[in-house]
């Protein structure tokens, strides 16, 4: 059976690429680039890439980039911006919780919820987790963004959601939070979208949210003794931003 994220993005290359939460790109490979001191010999995986706009647009600066998916559909989108730009990226599909790769990479990046935290179990997150820290070498850089969980404790995620949703197109995707689960902080929510072909979906989805020290306690267990956590603001990550109650999202640094 499925996954609800499995469902999502089949044929959704397209319309993935118009929702409002992709519009960051730029901004977010400036940052990336600064982190990496703009070392243009590093090796770069990125976990979850979906369409491939940060692979396409590392690699347009001149970076190697490896990205990985579970969607045929948004990997197909991805090598055809990668051809279009004559760029060569190695993208290939593959779960996240089974990489082949044993310390092959200098950095890693997972944005935009890049796999890590949309399973269905806590110990399915954990091996993303592991997985991306086992291909990577002795000495490398983290980089990734997650579900922060302070937010709906304080905050309405249905009113999150709104706000985007105003900033939104036409048939692209929308989100109804139905009830956030304290004792799993995970937020159980009606996703609605059309696919390319214009067939809408409506999903019966759920995501893990994570506290600042739950995540840096998990990456600390998989090798990675320096966690840095800020506010990630789309299209704009800084280390300026100190992680409050009101970001939606977590920008996370693991080093080693």
């Known amino acids: 059976m499925k996954q609800w994220y499995e469902t999502l993005f089949e044929n959704y290359g397209r319309k993935y690429d118009d929702e409002v939460f992709t519009k960051g790109t730029i901004g ?71 990489l082949p790769f044993k310390e092959e990479f200098d950095a890693a990046i997972m944005i935009c919820e890049g796999a890590f935290p949309l399973m269905e179990t ?30 709906p404790l304080f905050n309405s995620v249905n009113e999150f959601h709104g706000t985007m949703d105003q900033e939104r197109k036409e048939g692209t995707a929308t989100y109804h939070s139905t009830h956030f689960d304290l004792m799993t902080f995970r937020d159980h929510n009606i996703t609605k979208v059309e696919d390319d ?19 840096s306690w998990l990456l600390k267990s998989v090798g990675f003794p320096s966690v840095e956590i800020f506010g990630a603001k789309l299209g704009a990550f800084s280390r300026q931003d100190k992680l409050t109650t009101k970001d939606y999202e977590m920008l996370v640094i693991a080093q080693r």
Do not use: W
């Open 28 to 98: 977010e490979c400036d940052f990336i680039e600064q982190e990496l001191d703009h070392n243009k010999n590093l090796k770069i995986l990125d976990v979850g890439c979906g369409t491939g706009r940060h692979s396409v647009e590392l690699a347009r600066r001149g970076y190697s980039l490896t990205g990985i998916d579970l969607s045929a559909s948004l990997l197909e989108k991805a090598r055809a911006k990668a051809k279009k730009l004559g760029l060569s990226i190695n993208f290939l599909q593959h779960d996240a919780r089974q």
């Open 122 to 151: 806590d110990e399915m997150n954990f091996e993303i987790l592991k997985n991306v820290s086992r291909a990577l070498k002795s000495k490398a850089k983290l980089i990734f963004t997650t579900l922060n969980g302070l937010f």
């Open 197 to 215: 072909e214009g067939r809408p979906k409506e999903l019966q989805c759920n995501e893990r949210y994570y506290v600042p020290s739950e995540i």
